[in-house]
Protein backbone atom coordinates (compact mmCIF):
# COMPACT_ATOMS: atom_id res chain seq x y z
CA UNK A 1 0.00 0.00 0.00
CA UNK A 2 1.76 2.76 -0.62
CA UNK A 3 -1.17 5.36 1.45
CA UNK A 4 1.17 5.98 4.50
CA UNK A 5 -0.54 4.67 7.71
CA UNK A 6 -1.62 7.99 8.80
CA UNK A 7 -3.08 9.46 6.17
CA UNK A 8 -5.05 6.39 5.54
CA UNK A 9 -5.99 6.19 8.95
CA UNK A 10 -7.66 9.69 8.41
CA UNK A 11 -9.43 9.17 5.23
CA UNK A 12 -10.83 6.56 7.58
CA UNK A 13 -11.47 9.07 9.97
CA UNK A 14 -13.07 11.35 7.55
CA UNK A 15 -15.23 8.62 6.69
CA UNK A 16 -16.44 7.23 10.26
CA UNK A 17 -17.47 11.19 10.57
CA UNK A 18 -19.46 11.37 7.57
CA UNK A 19 -21.36 7.98 7.35
CA UNK A 20 -20.99 6.15 10.98
CA UNK A 21 -21.48 9.68 13.00
CA UNK A 22 -21.34 8.60 16.76
CA UNK A 23 -24.93 9.26 17.56
CA UNK A 24 -25.88 6.74 14.74
CA UNK A 25 -24.62 3.76 16.54
CA UNK A 26 -26.66 3.04 19.48
CA UNK A 27 -30.15 3.67 17.19
CA UNK A 28 -28.85 0.97 14.42
CA UNK A 29 -27.52 -0.99 17.71
CA UNK A 30 -31.49 -1.33 18.60
CA UNK A 31 -32.57 -1.65 15.46
CA UNK A 32 -30.42 -4.60 14.72
CA UNK A 33 -28.63 -3.17 12.21
CA UNK A 34 -26.31 -4.88 10.30
CA UNK A 35 -23.27 -2.98 8.69
CA UNK A 36 -23.20 -5.21 5.55
CA UNK A 37 -24.20 -2.23 3.17
CA UNK A 38 -21.10 -0.83 4.35
CA UNK A 39 -19.05 -3.26 2.89
CA UNK A 40 -18.31 -1.43 -0.68
CA UNK A 41 -18.06 1.62 0.82
CA UNK A 42 -15.27 0.08 2.85
CA UNK A 43 -13.81 -1.72 0.37
CA UNK A 44 -13.40 1.73 -1.50
CA UNK A 45 -11.45 3.02 0.90
CA UNK A 46 -8.97 -0.16 -0.10
CA UNK A 47 -9.70 -1.55 3.81
CA UNK A 48 -10.20 -5.26 2.48
CA UNK A 49 -7.31 -5.37 0.44
CA UNK A 50 -4.53 -4.26 3.17
CA UNK A 51 -2.92 -8.16 3.40
CA UNK A 52 -3.26 -9.77 -0.13
CA UNK A 53 -1.04 -9.45 -3.56
CA UNK A 54 -1.71 -7.12 -5.86
CA UNK A 55 -2.45 -9.68 -8.45
CA UNK A 56 -5.45 -10.42 -6.72
CA UNK A 57 -6.61 -6.68 -6.25
CA UNK A 58 -4.47 -6.25 -2.68
CA UNK A 59 -2.17 -4.15 -1.55
CA UNK A 60 0.80 -6.21 -0.13
CA UNK A 61 0.83 -4.34 3.31
CA UNK A 62 1.80 -5.56 6.05
CA UNK A 63 -0.98 -7.00 8.90
CA UNK A 64 0.09 -3.90 10.91
CA UNK A 65 -1.79 -1.78 8.77
CA UNK A 66 -4.90 -4.14 9.66
CA UNK A 67 -4.57 -4.13 12.96
CA UNK A 68 -4.53 -0.23 13.21
CA UNK A 69 -7.65 0.00 10.86
CA UNK A 70 -9.52 -2.61 12.60
CA UNK A 71 -9.00 -0.72 16.01
CA UNK A 72 -10.12 2.05 14.62
CA UNK A 73 -13.16 0.56 13.01
CA UNK A 74 -14.17 -0.94 16.18
CA UNK A 75 -13.58 2.60 18.42
CA UNK A 76 -16.96 3.90 16.21
CA UNK A 77 -18.88 0.74 15.55
CA UNK A 78 -17.80 -2.49 17.11
CA UNK A 79 -19.68 -4.32 13.87
CA UNK A 80 -17.54 -2.80 11.58
CA UNK A 81 -14.30 -4.09 13.06
CA UNK A 82 -15.95 -7.72 12.59
CA UNK A 83 -17.28 -7.31 9.39
CA UNK A 84 -13.50 -6.55 8.17
CA UNK A 85 -12.87 -9.63 10.11
CA UNK A 86 -14.96 -11.56 8.27
CA UNK A 87 -13.70 -10.57 4.94
CA UNK A 88 -9.97 -10.86 5.59
CA UNK A 89 -9.25 -13.46 8.60
CA UNK A 90 -12.28 -15.92 8.03
CA UNK A 91 -11.84 -15.33 4.12
CA UNK A 92 -8.76 -13.59 2.55
CA UNK A 93 -6.68 -15.31 5.18
CA UNK A 94 -7.92 -18.95 5.00
CA UNK A 95 -7.72 -18.82 1.05
CA UNK A 96 -4.21 -17.49 1.11
CA UNK A 97 -2.53 -19.82 3.71
CA UNK A 98 -4.76 -23.37 2.81
CA UNK A 99 -7.37 -22.17 -0.06
CA UNK A 100 -6.42 -23.93 -4.14
CA UNK A 101 -4.80 -21.11 -6.51
CA UNK A 102 -8.35 -21.97 -7.96
CA UNK A 103 -10.39 -21.13 -5.19
CA UNK A 104 -8.58 -17.68 -4.07
CA UNK A 105 -8.55 -16.78 -7.93
CA UNK A 106 -12.65 -16.87 -7.57
CA UNK A 107 -13.15 -15.43 -4.43
CA UNK A 108 -9.95 -12.99 -3.41
CA UNK A 109 -10.47 -10.44 -5.87
CA UNK A 110 -14.43 -10.15 -4.33
CA UNK A 111 -13.56 -10.40 -0.88
CA UNK A 112 -11.41 -7.53 -1.64
CA UNK A 113 -14.22 -5.33 -3.54
CA UNK A 114 -16.61 -5.59 -0.79
CA UNK A 115 -19.17 -8.02 -2.91
CA UNK A 116 -18.71 -11.00 -0.63
CA UNK A 117 -17.62 -11.92 2.86
CA UNK A 118 -17.06 -15.44 4.26
CA UNK A 119 -17.86 -16.99 8.09
CA UNK A 120 -16.43 -19.61 9.99
CA UNK A 121 -19.04 -22.76 10.84
CA UNK A 122 -17.04 -24.29 13.15
CA UNK A 123 -19.69 -24.86 16.64
CA UNK A 124 -22.45 -27.22 17.00
CA UNK A 125 -24.55 -27.89 19.64
CA UNK A 126 -21.95 -30.66 21.29
CA UNK A 127 -19.26 -29.29 19.94
CA UNK A 128 -17.96 -25.76 21.91
CA UNK A 129 -14.62 -25.80 22.77
CA UNK A 130 -14.19 -29.27 21.89
CA UNK A 131 -13.57 -29.04 18.35
CA UNK A 132 -12.71 -32.63 18.32
CA UNK A 133 -16.67 -33.57 18.99
CA UNK A 134 -17.66 -32.34 15.70
CA UNK A 135 -20.66 -34.72 14.20
CA UNK A 136 -21.63 -32.65 10.86
CA UNK A 137 -20.23 -35.59 7.73
CA UNK A 138 -19.22 -35.02 4.46
CA UNK A 139 -18.91 -37.81 2.58
CA UNK A 140 -18.08 -38.64 -0.89
CA UNK A 141 -20.21 -38.83 -3.55
CA UNK A 142 -20.41 -39.33 -7.80
CA UNK A 143 -19.86 -35.56 -7.54
CA UNK A 144 -18.39 -34.53 -5.07
CA UNK A 145 -19.13 -33.92 -0.99
CA UNK A 146 -23.07 -34.10 0.35
CA UNK A 147 -23.15 -32.69 3.80
CA UNK A 148 -24.89 -33.47 6.65
CA UNK A 149 -25.45 -32.26 10.08
CA UNK A 150 -26.39 -28.83 12.47
CA UNK A 151 -24.01 -26.16 13.22
CA UNK A 152 -24.45 -23.52 16.16
CA UNK A 153 -24.02 -19.84 16.68
CA UNK A 154 -22.74 -19.00 13.69
CA UNK A 155 -22.53 -15.38 13.42
CA UNK A 156 -23.65 -13.18 10.18
CA UNK A 157 -24.38 -16.63 8.25
CA UNK A 158 -27.49 -15.60 5.94
CA UNK A 159 -25.05 -12.19 4.81
CA UNK A 160 -21.96 -14.01 3.81
CA UNK A 161 -21.73 -15.81 0.65
CA UNK A 162 -20.04 -18.80 2.12
CA UNK A 163 -19.72 -20.74 5.00
CA UNK A 164 -15.92 -22.05 5.98
CA UNK A 165 -17.40 -25.32 7.38
CA UNK A 166 -15.53 -27.71 9.41
CA UNK A 167 -16.46 -31.15 8.71
CA UNK A 168 -15.68 -35.01 9.52
CA UNK A 169 -14.81 -36.64 6.02
CA UNK A 170 -13.72 -39.48 7.88
CA UNK A 171 -16.41 -41.59 9.30
CA UNK A 172 -14.24 -43.84 11.21
CA UNK A 173 -12.27 -41.05 12.65
CA UNK A 174 -12.46 -39.53 16.31
CA UNK A 175 -11.45 -36.24 18.04
CA UNK A 176 -9.62 -33.50 15.98
CA UNK A 177 -8.50 -36.07 13.24
CA UNK A 178 -10.55 -36.88 9.84
CA UNK A 179 -11.76 -33.20 9.95
CA UNK A 180 -11.77 -31.42 6.80
CA UNK A 181 -12.90 -27.84 5.78
CA UNK A 182 -15.29 -27.10 3.30
CA UNK A 183 -16.59 -23.64 1.38
CA UNK A 184 -20.52 -23.87 1.46
CA UNK A 185 -22.33 -21.21 -0.19
CA UNK A 186 -24.74 -20.18 2.02
CA UNK A 187 -27.36 -20.47 -0.26
CA UNK A 188 -26.91 -23.99 -1.41
CA UNK A 189 -29.80 -26.06 -1.76
CA UNK A 190 -30.16 -27.92 1.62
CA UNK A 191 -28.89 -25.22 3.76
CA UNK A 192 -31.41 -23.56 6.38
CA UNK A 193 -31.18 -21.15 8.78
CA UNK A 194 -32.73 -19.90 11.99
CA UNK A 195 -31.66 -16.87 13.63
CA UNK A 196 -31.22 -17.27 17.65
CA UNK A 197 -32.02 -13.95 20.09
CA UNK A 198 -29.47 -13.28 22.30
CA UNK A 199 -28.47 -10.26 24.95
CA UNK A 200 -25.70 -8.29 22.95
CA UNK A 201 -23.63 -7.78 19.42
CA UNK A 202 -27.43 -7.14 18.06
CA UNK A 203 -25.35 -6.10 14.98
CA UNK A 204 -23.72 -9.34 14.02
CA UNK A 205 -26.83 -12.40 14.05
CA UNK A 206 -26.39 -15.75 15.26
CA UNK A 207 -28.20 -18.40 13.36
CA UNK A 208 -28.76 -22.13 13.96
CA UNK A 209 -27.84 -23.81 10.62
CA UNK A 210 -29.18 -27.07 9.60
CA UNK A 211 -27.08 -29.17 6.72
CA UNK A 212 -29.78 -31.58 4.66
CA UNK A 213 -27.96 -33.02 2.39
CA UNK A 214 -26.33 -30.73 1.11
CA UNK A 215 -24.11 -30.98 -2.35
CA UNK A 216 -21.10 -29.39 -3.12
CA UNK A 217 -18.53 -30.23 -5.92
CA UNK A 218 -15.12 -32.13 -5.38
CA UNK A 219 -13.06 -28.34 -5.34
CA UNK A 220 -15.30 -27.10 -2.40
CA UNK A 221 -12.25 -28.98 -0.43
CA UNK A 222 -10.48 -26.48 1.22
CA UNK A 223 -6.63 -27.25 2.13
CA UNK A 224 -6.62 -30.89 2.38
CA UNK A 225 -8.84 -33.66 2.83
CA UNK A 226 -8.21 -35.01 7.25
CA UNK A 227 -5.91 -31.73 8.13
CA UNK A 228 -9.39 -29.55 9.17
CA UNK A 229 -7.71 -29.00 12.26
CA UNK A 230 -4.61 -27.76 11.26
CA UNK A 231 -6.37 -25.32 8.75
CA UNK A 232 -8.97 -24.43 11.35
CA UNK A 233 -5.83 -23.13 13.61
CA UNK A 234 -4.55 -21.19 10.95
CA UNK A 235 -7.80 -19.24 10.44
CA UNK A 236 -8.25 -18.82 14.50
CA UNK A 237 -5.19 -17.59 14.10
CA UNK A 238 -5.75 -14.25 12.11
CA UNK A 239 -9.70 -13.90 13.83
CA UNK A 240 -7.81 -14.10 17.31
CA UNK A 241 -5.66 -11.20 15.95
CA UNK A 242 -8.44 -9.40 14.63
CA UNK A 243 -10.19 -9.77 18.29
CA UNK A 244 -6.99 -8.41 19.90
CA UNK A 245 -7.11 -5.45 17.82
CA UNK A 246 -10.60 -4.69 17.93
CA UNK A 247 -11.52 -4.81 21.54
CA UNK A 248 -8.55 -2.14 21.98
CA UNK A 249 -10.52 0.14 19.89
CA UNK A 250 -13.86 -0.62 21.68
CA UNK A 251 -12.19 -0.53 24.81
CA UNK A 252 -10.69 2.65 24.24
CA UNK A 253 -14.54 4.02 23.33
CA UNK A 254 -15.97 2.56 26.51
CA UNK A 255 -12.68 4.84 28.53
CA UNK A 256 -13.41 7.57 25.95
CA UNK A 257 -17.14 7.54 26.91
CA UNK A 258 -16.67 7.07 31.11
CA UNK A 259 -13.68 10.05 30.61
CA UNK A 260 -16.23 12.43 29.05
CA UNK A 261 -19.32 11.64 31.85
CA UNK A 262 -16.96 11.93 34.63
CA UNK A 263 -16.00 15.97 33.11
CA UNK A 264 -19.61 16.79 32.69
CA UNK A 265 -21.60 14.87 35.71
CA UNK A 266 -21.93 16.96 38.67
CA UNK A 267 -23.21 15.75 42.01
CA UNK A 268 -22.32 17.13 45.10
CA UNK A 269 -21.61 20.85 43.67
CA UNK A 270 -18.55 19.48 41.47
CA UNK A 271 -17.56 17.14 38.41
CA UNK A 272 -17.12 13.39 39.38
CA UNK A 273 -13.46 13.28 37.92
CA UNK A 274 -12.62 15.61 40.88
CA UNK A 275 -12.84 12.37 43.71
CA UNK A 276 -9.46 10.98 43.61
CA UNK A 277 -11.58 7.13 43.51
CA UNK A 278 -12.75 8.14 39.73
CA UNK A 279 -9.93 9.61 38.28
CA UNK A 280 -7.40 6.63 39.61
CA UNK A 281 -10.42 4.07 38.65
CA UNK A 282 -10.19 5.57 34.79
CA UNK A 283 -6.53 5.86 35.05
CA UNK A 284 -6.51 2.43 35.79
CA UNK A 285 -8.80 1.72 32.67
CA UNK A 286 -6.68 3.79 30.33
CA UNK A 287 -3.58 1.83 31.29
CA UNK A 288 -4.86 -1.57 30.56
CA UNK A 289 -5.93 -0.19 27.48
CA UNK A 290 -2.36 0.88 26.93
CA UNK A 291 -1.00 -2.39 27.12
CA UNK A 292 -3.89 -4.23 25.69
CA UNK A 293 -2.91 -1.87 22.57
CA UNK A 294 0.73 -2.73 22.78
CA UNK A 295 -0.03 -6.57 22.80
CA UNK A 296 -2.19 -5.99 19.67
CA UNK A 297 0.78 -4.10 17.99
CA UNK A 298 3.04 -6.35 18.90
CA UNK A 299 0.76 -9.83 17.68
CA UNK A 300 0.40 -7.56 14.59
CA UNK A 301 4.25 -6.89 14.07
CA UNK A 302 5.30 -10.50 14.35
CA UNK A 303 2.80 -11.59 11.72
CA UNK A 304 3.86 -9.01 9.34
CA UNK A 305 7.68 -10.08 9.96
CA UNK A 306 6.50 -13.80 9.68
CA UNK A 307 7.32 -14.33 12.80
CA UNK A 308 5.76 -17.37 15.07
CA UNK A 309 3.34 -15.94 16.47
CA UNK A 310 0.78 -18.72 17.84
CA UNK A 311 1.57 -17.85 21.54
CA UNK A 312 0.94 -14.25 20.52
CA UNK A 313 -2.39 -14.63 19.14
CA UNK A 314 -3.87 -16.45 21.84
CA UNK A 315 -2.16 -14.40 24.39
CA UNK A 316 -3.51 -10.86 22.43
CA UNK A 317 -7.03 -12.06 22.16
CA UNK A 318 -6.94 -12.92 26.09
CA UNK A 319 -5.98 -9.67 26.88
CA UNK A 320 -7.75 -7.76 24.33
CA UNK A 321 -11.36 -9.65 25.84
CA UNK A 322 -10.03 -9.03 28.68
CA UNK A 323 -8.90 -5.64 29.20
CA UNK A 324 -12.70 -4.60 27.17
CA UNK A 325 -14.54 -6.58 29.91
CA UNK A 326 -12.82 -5.08 32.71
CA UNK A 327 -13.34 -1.29 31.58
CA UNK A 328 -16.83 -1.80 30.42
CA UNK A 329 -17.67 -3.20 33.98
CA UNK A 330 -15.52 0.05 35.37
CA UNK A 331 -17.47 2.40 32.89
CA UNK A 332 -20.67 1.36 33.46
CA UNK A 333 -20.24 1.86 37.91
CA UNK A 334 -18.87 5.16 36.99
CA UNK A 335 -21.77 6.20 34.48
CA UNK A 336 -24.46 4.53 36.59
CA UNK A 337 -27.67 5.08 35.85
CA UNK A 338 -26.45 7.32 32.34
CA UNK A 339 -25.34 4.07 31.29
CA UNK A 340 -28.01 1.78 31.81
CA UNK A 341 -30.17 3.35 29.83
CA UNK A 342 -30.03 1.87 25.85
CA UNK A 343 -28.84 5.55 24.68
CA UNK A 344 -25.87 4.91 26.34
CA UNK A 345 -22.72 3.45 23.87
CA UNK A 346 -21.69 2.16 27.16
CA UNK A 347 -24.44 -0.19 27.70
CA UNK A 348 -23.70 -1.68 24.24
CA UNK A 349 -20.52 -2.44 24.31
CA UNK A 350 -20.89 -3.95 28.18
CA UNK A 351 -23.21 -6.48 26.60
CA UNK A 352 -21.33 -7.18 23.36
CA UNK A 353 -18.30 -7.41 25.22
CA UNK A 354 -19.47 -10.28 27.60
CA UNK A 355 -18.88 -12.52 24.24
CA UNK A 356 -15.54 -12.19 23.70
CA UNK A 357 -13.43 -13.88 26.60
CA UNK A 358 -15.45 -17.14 25.63
CA UNK A 359 -16.26 -16.83 21.97
CA UNK A 360 -13.59 -17.67 19.52
CA UNK A 361 -11.97 -20.01 21.59
CA UNK A 362 -12.91 -19.23 25.35
CA UNK A 363 -9.92 -17.79 27.36
CA UNK A 364 -9.86 -20.77 29.09
CA UNK A 365 -8.67 -22.60 25.52
CA UNK A 366 -6.29 -19.63 25.38
CA UNK A 367 -4.31 -20.21 28.66
CA UNK A 368 -4.16 -24.00 27.99
CA UNK A 369 -2.42 -23.06 23.90
CA UNK A 370 -0.46 -20.80 25.87
CA UNK A 371 0.34 -23.16 28.74
CA UNK A 372 1.60 -25.38 26.15
CA UNK A 373 4.22 -23.17 24.83
CA UNK A 374 5.24 -22.83 28.41
CA UNK A 375 6.00 -26.60 28.24
CA UNK A 376 3.06 -27.07 30.80
CA UNK A 377 0.33 -28.06 28.05
CA UNK A 378 -1.62 -31.06 29.16
CA UNK A 379 -4.09 -33.02 26.41
CA UNK A 380 -7.68 -30.78 26.27
C1 LIG B 1 -22.76 -14.48 19.84
C2 LIG B 1 -21.95 -15.68 19.47
C3 LIG B 1 -21.34 -15.72 18.22
C4 LIG B 1 -20.63 -16.87 17.84
N1 LIG B 1 -20.12 -16.94 16.57
C5 LIG B 1 -19.61 -18.12 16.13
C6 LIG B 1 -19.25 -18.28 14.75
O1 LIG B 1 -19.36 -17.37 13.94
N2 LIG B 1 -18.77 -19.50 14.34
C7 LIG B 1 -18.64 -20.54 15.19
O2 LIG B 1 -18.21 -21.61 14.76
N3 LIG B 1 -18.96 -20.42 16.53
C8 LIG B 1 -19.46 -19.24 16.99
N4 LIG B 1 -19.82 -19.09 18.32
C9 LIG B 1 -19.62 -20.21 19.24
C10 LIG B 1 -18.43 -19.93 20.17
O3 LIG B 1 -17.24 -20.07 19.45
C11 LIG B 1 -18.55 -20.90 21.37
O4 LIG B 1 -19.52 -20.35 22.22
C12 LIG B 1 -17.23 -21.07 22.10
O5 LIG B 1 -16.33 -21.83 21.34
C13 LIG B 1 -17.44 -21.80 23.44
O6 LIG B 1 -18.18 -22.97 23.27
P1 LIG B 1 -19.48 -23.21 24.18
O7 LIG B 1 -20.28 -21.96 24.22
O8 LIG B 1 -20.13 -24.43 23.69
O9 LIG B 1 -18.90 -23.44 25.65
P2 LIG B 1 -18.36 -24.82 26.26
O10 LIG B 1 -17.38 -25.44 25.35
O11 LIG B 1 -19.52 -25.62 26.71
O12 LIG B 1 -17.57 -24.29 27.52
C14 LIG B 1 -18.23 -23.79 28.68
C15 LIG B 1 -17.17 -23.25 29.63
O13 LIG B 1 -16.28 -24.29 30.02
C16 LIG B 1 -14.95 -23.94 29.70
N5 LIG B 1 -14.23 -25.14 29.26
C17 LIG B 1 -14.62 -26.05 28.33
N6 LIG B 1 -13.68 -27.00 28.21
C18 LIG B 1 -12.67 -26.68 29.04
C19 LIG B 1 -11.40 -27.27 29.36
N7 LIG B 1 -10.97 -28.39 28.76
N8 LIG B 1 -10.62 -26.65 30.27
C20 LIG B 1 -11.03 -25.52 30.88
N9 LIG B 1 -12.21 -24.91 30.62
C21 LIG B 1 -13.02 -25.49 29.71
C22 LIG B 1 -15.05 -22.92 28.58
O14 LIG B 1 -13.91 -22.10 28.53
C23 LIG B 1 -16.32 -22.17 29.00
O15 LIG B 1 -15.99 -21.20 29.95
C24 LIG B 1 -20.49 -17.94 18.74
C25 LIG B 1 -21.07 -17.87 20.02
C26 LIG B 1 -21.80 -16.77 20.38
C27 LIG B 1 -22.46 -16.74 21.73
Do not use: C
Not at 159 to 180: E, I, M, N, P
Not at 189 to 204: A, D, E, F, H, L
Amino acid sequence: MDVPIDDLLESVGSFLDREVPFDAVEAWDQDHRTPYDFLPRLANLGLFGIPFPAHYGGYDAPWTVVSHVQEQLAHRWYALGSILSRVVAFGGMSLTEYGSEAQRETHLPDLISGKRFFTLALSEPDAGSDVGAVRTRARRSDRGWVVTGRKTWISDAQGASHLVTVVRTDAHSSGTKGLSVLLIPSDAQGVSMSVIPKVGNNSMPSFDIGFDDVEVPEDALMGTEGHGMSHLSSTLHYSRASVASTTVGAAQRAVDVARQHSLERIQFGRALATNQVIRHRLVDMQIKVDLARLTARHLAHLISTGADSRRWSAIGKTVGTETLQFVTDHGMQILASAGYTVESPMQRIWRDARLFSFGEGSNEIQRELIARHMGIGAPL
